[in-house]
């Protein structure tokens, strides 16, 4: 049912070098969807700004392709990876 959200999803985050998508979760709640997105990040000096720029992609992307809202892209960041050995 969430595949086509899932998809999206995928393709906004393949935008940041920086980021590497390990599992996406899709509730639909009321008229409007909560993303629950799993991630490693490359280590990097603008993490936080870098997850403020990818909540933002997804849910832009979702509701320009779909028309759905988005109430909220939630980042779970499991490992955090030394861009030198990347």
Known sequence: ???PII???AMSVQLFDDVILEE???YAL???LTIHMTVSFKVCDHMLTLCEQLQK???DDIYEMTGQTVFAV???V???IDGKNA
Do not use: E, F, W
């Open 57 to 59: 992609q997804v849910i």
């Open 7 to 9: 998809t999206i999803a």
């Open 78 to 80: 499991r490992k955090l």
């Open 30 to 32: 009321h008229n409007g």
């Open 74 to 76: 939630h980042l779970y």
């Open 24 to 26: 996406t979760k899709v």
């Open 1 to 3: 049912m969430h595949k």
